[in-house]
């Protein structure tokens, strides 16, 4: 089976991300980029997939500036088998990024799509549900377990919903998009890395596909969050409690 | 112009308080952008509960009653969902940043070819909203574009809506649903069952981390001191990651997001990804070992101590002051 993965490039989430004075974007000035985590959870599952169904192929596909091939590397030296990366210097939103990966379904052809649940730089938890209604897949999100039928042309998925576990059913082609307990993503190995030099990068200029990519959500500027002043240091429990109840009156 | 609709996400025939900030929050939307609010309840024999949401005063509550409906499916009600949009001419769609909410209301925007703001902590008079980015250290003003267009907006960020006015009118809505083109099947829901608080209503929430070591220690330690205080308990995504508590635990920019009147955080560090969950508490208070912590650098109470002391020192003094 064909399973395509989806790559954010975002910045490390160990980063302390600062806003640009003039609110236009944020400081990128020594910033370590990285797959966005749950990409990574979304890589290693179609891996997994992959090695229990003999003669599957992973395919990544991401969307951004000719930098991105980094990510790409490292998720072709996890084990993905080739890579596409549709080359804009915009920042796209969700829709704008679900209607480009529409049409890379359409000359791909997967049988399954794995994305992550969210990107840690937007936070918009939405491209892959929105790929799903434009595609008219069926979408199975916060993914903590995927389970094929023999056949591949169904699957089972227990969801990560408020209060429990959710299972749904749905047939193939669909989306799943990873949540963080699906798995342990696994690191690259030094040979994986050799071979990953020799994969296929195929390359498309964002203009070749003939999206609307015009934004419907416009960033029109940024701030800092507000500041929180850190409090008072307390000596022990007993103060502590005496506090709570007698200053901040919460308990 | 200008209309709102909200979704009225319903469990067990009630409505959630996530639902109840939704109501406010779509009443905030329509005044500023100079429409009505209305609701939809979407399920299976919704009658009571059409009623009951037109009395927190929405100017009209839309019924979708279909068995079809019955469990939440994403294909299915978004289905309904833009039939209702597309006959009600209406211009913003509302929900709040649920499990539920941020399933379906991607997906209802990507069939309307609508701009989504998702996670929003503002609504401006300007038509503009603001929404948390990069786990909440930066927050951008949007502007939707066009309409339709969708929200989804942060649970901490408005207040439950009461009920009171004049009760809207229930209107039933017969959605036309292809059963050829809707294919996902809800086989079964397995809940977390528990005596405590919804980790994302109560007043008072307690988080550990890994410095409680192991799932045990949240049993033996943690939770004698979350039951005196009648809290809900939480995690940091740390805790959930080493397999000590379950995901749904989880609190901070890819789990729930709480700001309960008391948040007491035990032997987490502060990662920045949980302080995106939590810094909106009202009182925080952090209790580490480690004075390097960054969880102190937000906390309102800071406790430099070895939580498996401290914490049952905590459970006994509370006790007491309860006499």
Known sequence: MKILVTVKRVPDPETNIK??????????????????????????????????NAGSEVALVSIGAKVVQEQLRTGLAMGADRAILVLTDDALEPLAVARVLAKIVETEKPDLIVMGKQAIDDDSNAAGQMLAELLGWPQATFASKVELAGDQKSMTVVREVDGGLETIATPLPAIVTADLRLNEPRYASLPGIMKARKKEMKEIAIG????????????????????????????????????????AKVI | MGDVLVFAEHQHGKF???????????KDAAAKFGGACHAVV????????????????????????????????????????????????????????TATGKDLMPRLAARLGAGLAADITEIHADGTVTRPMYAGNVFA????????????????????????????????????????KLTMKFVGLEEMKSDRPV??????????????????NFKTV????????????????????????????????TGKVVAPELYIAVGLSGAIQHLAGMKDSKVIVAINKDEEAPIFQVSDYALVADLFKAVPEMKEAVHKLKG
């Open chain 2, 42 to 97: 979407v399920g299976s024999g919704v009658d009571a509960l059409a009623s009951e949401a037109a009395a927190y005063g929405m100017k009209t509550v839309f019924q979708v009653d279909n068995p079809r409906l019955e469990h939440y499916l994403a294909d299915a009600y978004t289905a309904a969902l833009a039939e209702v949009v597309k006959a009600k001419g209406i211009e913003t769609v509302l929900a709040t940043a």
């Open chain 2, 16 to 26: 959630p308080k996530t639902t109840l900030v939704a109501f406010t929050a779509g």
């Open chain 2, 222 to 253: 943690l939770e004698p001191l979350v039951d005196e205080l009648g809290a809900a308990m939480g995690a940091s995504r740390a805790a959930v990651d080493a397999g000590f508590v379950p995901n749904d635990l989880q609190v901070g920019q």
């Open chain 2, 199 to 216: 980790l994302t209503e109560a007043r008072i929430v307690v988080s550990g981390g890994r410095g409680l070591k192991n799932g045990e």
């Open chain 1, 19 to 52: 806003v640009k004075p003039d609110g236009s974007g944020i400081v990128t000035d020594n910033i370590k980029w990285v797959i966005n985590p749950f990409d990574e959870i979304a890589i290693e599952e179609a891996l997994r997939i992959k090695e229990k």
């Open chain 1, 208 to 247: 070749d596909l003939d999206v609307d990519v015009a934004p419907k959500a416009q960033i029109v500027k940024m701030d800092p969050p507000p500041k929180r002043q850190a409090g008072k240091r307390v000596e022990s429990v007993q103060q502590l409690v005496d506090l709570l109840h007698t200053e």
């Open chain 2, 141 to 180: 003003t949007i502007k939707l574009v066009g309409s339709p267009r969708v929200i989804t907006v942060r649970a901490t960020a408005f207040d439950a809506a009461q009920k009171g006015g004049a009760a809207g009118a229930v209107e039933k809505v017969a959605v036309a649903l292809d059963e050829g």
